[in-house]
């Protein structure tokens, strides 16, 4: 049974600050990593996905890859009172679904 | 469409009855999945289709539920003999696949599906 395990938090952070969001995964198979926002009563839309061990950034957002330990992270910095969400992290091997974690709700305060 | 269009947007249905969910994925979109989410809940795999290969269904919760995708384009979810414990938000999205790799999947804007 593959897994993806994210903290439910709420995480809180203060606007400006960095907020992390953490994700581990049982497939060592796994080769593509999402990273969704979802608003409440919205559907899930895609911030980031990552292939290859590393980070690799985008404006405000950087996704962190580590492979030998199962684990992919997001982090935004400059955080604002509008990325307050739910954060899913995804996960995917070649030919198989697409498994998401329970998320982690993520809370900016002004 | 531009995007993944499901259909109806709100269902309420009566216990016992059968029940059809419909995904238009976007044009092209090789790989089409379905997923449910009950109130303040995960996302909940149910089944995934790529291109012409067997469908994942490892998902489904009971017999109760199918899918078919017609033509490798639209899908359709079935429920059969709805129980309340089927409540949820039922999330379609679609993705390419080139290479071995699957590009992000779309999301459409959901089916919620309340049984009284």
């Known amino acids: 049974q593959k897994e993806v395990e994210q903290n439910s938090g709420p995480l809180s952070v203060p606007e400006g600050a960095i907020a992390s969001l953490n994700c581990t995964y049982s497939d060592r198979g796994s080769q593509s990593f999402f990273w969704y926002r979802q608003y409440s009563g919205k559907s899930p839309e895609l911030i980031m996905f990552i292939y290859s061990n590393g980070d690799k950034e985008d404006g405000r957002f950087t996704a962190q890859l580590n492979k030998a330990s199962q684990y992919v992270s997001l982090l935004i910095r400059d955080s604002q009172p509008s990325d307050s969400a739910t954060y899913l992290c995804a996960v995917k091997e070649a030919g198989t679904a697409l498994i998401f974690g329970k998320g982690t709700t993520l809370s900016v305060s002004s | 469409g531009a995007g993944v269009s499901q259909s109806p947007s709100n269902k309420v249905t009566e216990k016992g009855k059968d029940v059809e969910l419909r995904c238009d994925p976007i044009s092209g979109h090789t790989a089409l999945y379905w997923y449910r989410q009950s109130l303040g809940q995960g996302l909940e795999f149910l089944i995934y289709f790529q291109g012409n290969s067997a469908p994942d269904k490892s998902g489904l919760p009971s017999d109760r539920f199918s899918a078919e995708r017609t033509g490798g384009s639209v899908s359709t979810l079935t429920i059969q003999r709805t129980q309340q414990e089927d409540s949820a938000v039922y999330l379609c999205?679609?993705?390419?696949?080139?290479?071995?790799?699957?590009?992000?999947?779309?999301f459409g804007q959901g089916t919620r599906l309340t049984v009284v």
């Open positions: 999205a679609s993705s390419l696949f080139w290479g071995e790799m699957n590009t992000e999947a779309f």
